[in-house]
């Protein structure tokens, strides 16, 4: 099954779901639900899979220092 036939099954625009798959634009609650329900997965799972995804892609960022330097919190008394 390609994007489009999937995209016409959960009834959301080819366009959004190309979007999605390219890391281009995030993976929202509704398209989850829609997802979740066509492959019997759940939305959690789906939620899972975009929240691992920006988890990874904010790594890269600091590594990469595109992200400002961060100090480890310290407790002085």
Do not use: P
């Amino acid at each position: 099954m390609n994007v489009s036939q999937i995209a016409e099954k959960i009834h959301i625009l080819k366009q959004d779901l190309k979007l999605i798959l390219e890391g281009k634009c995030n993976l929202n609650g509704e398209v989850a639900l829609r997802l979740g329900k066509f492959f019997n997965t759940g939305a959690n799972f789906w939620m899972n899979l975009q929240q691992a995804y920006d988890l990874e892609i904010a790594k890269l960022q600091l590594v990469a220092g595109r992200v400002g330097k961060l100090d480890g919190y310290s407790k002085r008394f």
